[in-house]
């Protein structure tokens, strides 16, 4: 099995922490998103929505990263244990729940707030952000985790019970990604922090700090993108966001 990553993509880091973590045999081949290489040739050839993470065992591909999690699953039952996705109906629904959320809500608030502290971090410098739009960001993140929190997490240790699932790891990958830019989600949260570190654990600490150290120093990123020459390919798409 060949798993295309890049660690800077939260979809990768929670493929990544799933097939380290439960031991599934993989190799890992690297798509510098910075360098543009998702456009290449080579990778066009694994996937032709050139976007990471992708998939390929032997002649099959998959290209979604929920898709790829529970593929990983059902294929590996002898590696993965079953807390990672239930069998029990009403677990796995809570699961599924929470994977159909996230793409519109946590993962789309989450990867705004990222791309706009980067930018008042003057880190992009050709992209100016209005900052009605920056504050309509942070604020749509705030009443977003307010809701994970609310309807998600509740009272219990993890999303879907007293056992992590696939649902945390998508939520915590989604949820580190502001934090990379130096905004801690986490201040003044202690439910919110006590759930992370659960998760951590349950992870370990060495293998989720490895996962995450990319985007701990999103600070050369920025640089990265335009020595490699992206910076102008990318900079439509984010003033898109903006306006």
Not at 11 to 16: D, I, K
Request: proline share 5%; with cysteine; charged share 25%.
């Amino acid at each position: 099995m060949e798993l295309y990553l890049d660690l800077h993509s939260q979809p990768c880091r929670s493929v990544y922490l799933l097939a380290k973590r439960t031991g599934i045999p993989f190799t890992f081949k690297s798509v510098d998103l910075s360098a543009g290489q998702q456009f290449g040739e080579d990778f066009g050839k694994v996937s032709v929505v050139r976007k990471v993470p992708a998939m390929k065992d032997g002649d099959f591909i998959l290209t979604e990263s929920v898709a790829i999690l529970q593929y990983m699953v059902e294929k590996f039952p002898q590696l993965v244990p079953g807390h990672w996705y239930p069998s029990d109906l009403q677990r796995r629904a809570l699961v599924n729940e929470f994977l159909s959320w996230q793409h519109t809500a946590l993962r789309a608030h989450g990867s705004k707030v990222f791309c706009v502290t980067l930018l008042l971090g003057g880190m992009v410098p050709c992209v100016a952000v209005p900052k009605e739009k920056m504050d309509s960001a942070l604020e749509d993140l705030k009443q977003t985790m307010d809701l994970f929190q609310s309807k998600f997490l509740k009272d219990s240790s993890f999303i879907a019970g007293e056992e992590v699932s696939l649902a945390d790891l998508v939520a915590i990958v989604e949820i580190m990604q502001p934090v990379g830019t130096g905004l801690d989600v986490f201040e003044g949260q202690p439910a919110l922090s006590a759930w992370r570190e659960r998760v951590k654990k349950v992870i370990g600490e060495e293998l989720f700090d490895e996962a995450h150290q990319s985007i701990m120093n999103v600070d050369c990123l920025a640089k990265t993108f335009q020595d490699n020459g992206m910076l102008e390919f990318l900079k439509p798409r984010i003033n898109k966001m903006f306006t």
